[in-house]
C-alpha cells in the first residue's frame, strides 16, 4: 500500500528549518520523518532521550509502549520526567512532554506490558521499531516480533559506565534483511549472570547519549542519510572515554523465526524466578525466625560492596564476583542463607558452591533484600 504524501506546513517549515538546509537531509528528509511511524518500547533511561529528540526531530508518529509508573529512583537519569510525576504512568507522561515540545506530531499510548500474546498486534502498525528495553526477555521478544513483521530494529543497552547499539533487521537495497539481534547473541547469558541497572547501577549521563545514538540511528533509517549501525556494534565507554565498533554478521544457519515464544522460559526465568530445581529457599519469614530462635546460621550478601554500603541486612558480604576467592569463609557445620537483591545471584553462587564444591547446606533467601523491607523491615530503604 503506498501512503499519501504528508506535506509540512508553513509553520513546520520555521521549525525544522536547520533540518531543511543540510543539503543531504532537505525537505525531502524531514517529510519523510513526518510520513514516519515509531514505536519507542520503554520511556525509561533510553528512552526518555530519545523520545525527546524524535518528537524535536519531527517524527509525524510515535508510539511509546510502557507499563511502568515513575519512581525517585528513576529521575536520576530519565530526564523527561521531573519529581511532581512520581506515581504517574510513564507513558502518560511522556506524551504530555513530547506533545508540548511539538505540537505538530501525534503521539500513541501503550500504556501496557508487551509479550508474546500482544506484540505483533502492537508493532505491525509501525515503520520501525526502537529498543529501550532493560531486559534480555523483552530484547528477544522485540528482536523476533520484528523479523516476524518485517521491521527495523534499532537497539541500545546500557551498564554502569558502557553502552551498546546497533541496527538490527534493517532492510537491505538487495531486498534482503541486515543481521538481527540472535546473530549478535544467538542463546541468552544464563539467569543472573548480567545483573539488570537496578541490581548495577548505571552512570546518570549513559542513557542520554545511547538514546541519542538511537534517535540518531531512527532518523538516518527513515531517511536514508548517512550509513547506519546495521551489520556492526557500537560500544562506548564513558568512564575511559574509549569507543569500539565491531562487525556482526547474519547466521545463515540461524533457525528461521517463524513464531513468538516464551522468552522468561527461554531466558530461564519463568514467572519471574530462576530455573534452578536444585536450590533449597527459605522465606524472609522463616529466616527471622531462625534469628529470632539465635539458631546457629550463617548469612551471606552476595552483592557488591556499593550496594552493601546502601543497604543491609547485617550480613556477611562475599561478592558474587569474588566468592570462589573465598570459599573457605562459607561453613559447612552449620545451615548457609545466602542472599543478594532479588534472590537471582544467591542462587547462581549456590549451585555453583553445590556442584563444585559439595556444600549440602545452603539456602536461598526467596525475594532477597527486597522481600526483607517489604515484610520485615518496612522502615529499610531499598535500591
Not at 506515581?87 to 515540545?101: H, N, T
Not at 541486515?178 to 543472573?192: A, H
Not at 545514538?213 to 562506548?236: H, M, P, W, Y
Not at 530445581?277 to 552476595?302: G, M, N, P, T
Request: net charge negative.
Amino acid at each position: 500500500m503506498v501512503k499519501t504524501k504528508i506535506m509540512l506546513s508553513k509553520k513546520e517549515l520555521l521549525r525544522y528549518h536547520r533540518h531543511l538546509i543540510i543539503p543531504e537531509f532537505g525537505k525531502v528528509g524531514q517529510e519523510k520523518l513526518k510520513q514516519a511511524k515509531v514505536l519507542v518500547i520503554g520511556s525509561g533511561g533510553l528512552g526518555a532521550p530519545m523520545l525527546q529528540y524524535l518528537a524535536a526531530a519531527g517524527v509525524g508518529t510515535i508510539g511509546i509502549v510502557d507499563f511502568d509508573v515513575i519512581e525517585d529512583s528513576n529521575l536520576q537519569r530519565q530526564v523527561l520526567f521531573t519529581t511532581a510525576d512520581i506515581g504517574r504512568p510513564k507513558a502518560e507522561v511522556a506524551k504530555d512532554r513530547l506533545l508540548a515540545q511539538n505540537p505538530y506530531i501525534n503521539v500513541i499510548v501503550h500504556n501496557t506490558y508487551i509479550d508474546s500474546s500482544n506484540a505483533l498486534d502492537i508493532i505491525k502498525d509501525y515503520d520501525l521499531v526502537a529498543d529501550g528495553t532493560d531486559n534480555f526477555p523483552t530484547r528477544y521478544l522485540v528482536n523476533d516480533a520484528c523479523v516476524i513483521l518485517g521491521k527495523t530494529n534499532v537497539y541500545a543497552s546500557i551498564f554502569r559506565f558502557e553502552g551498546q547499539a546497533s541496527v538490527f533487521n534493517e532492510l537491505l537495497p538487495d531486498g534482503t534483511r541486515g543481521p538481527n539481534f540472535r546473530d549478535l547473541f544467538p542463546t541468552p547469558p544464563p539467569p543472573g549472570l548480567v545483573p539488570s541497572c537496578a541490581e548495577g547501577g548505571v552512570i546518570g549521563v549513559l542513557p542520554g547519549i545511547l538514546g541519542s545514538i538511537q534517535a540518531n540511528e531512527v532518523i538516518k533509517v527513515i531517511s536514508g542519510v548517512g550509513d547506519t549501525l546495521c551489520g556492526r556494534l557500537f560500544i562506548f565507554d564513558a568512564a575511559d572515554f574509549s569507543t569500539r565498533v565491531l562487525n556482526i554478521k547474519k547466521n545463515e544457519k540461524s533457525p528461521a523465526i517463524t513464531e513468538l515464544i516464551d522468552y522468561k522460559m527461554f531466558c530461564g526465568i519463568p514467572n519471574g524466578k530462576v530455573v534452578n530445581d536444585k536450590v533449597q529457599e527459605i522465606s524472609v519469614e522463616q529466616l527471622k525466625a531462625w534469628l529470632d530462635e539465635r539458631r546457629d546460621i550463617q548469612i551471606i550478601d552476595v552483592r557488591e560492596p556499593a550496594e552493601y554500603e546502601l543497604v543491609n541486612i547485617n550480613a556477611e558480604l562475599i561478592p558474587k564476583s569474588e566468592f570462589e576467592k573465598h570459599v573457605d569463609k562459607i561453613r559447612k557445620d552449620a545451615e548457609v542463607v545466602l542472599h543478594c537483591r532479588s534472590g537471582i545471584r544467591s542462587a547462581d553462587v549456590i549451585e555453583v558452591l553445590q556442584d563444585r564444591y559439595g556444600y549440602t547446606n545452603l539456602y536461598n533467601l526467596e525475594g532477597g533484600i527486597l522481600a526483607w523491607a517489604d515484610k520485615i523491615d518496612t522502615s529499610m530503604i531499598t535500591y
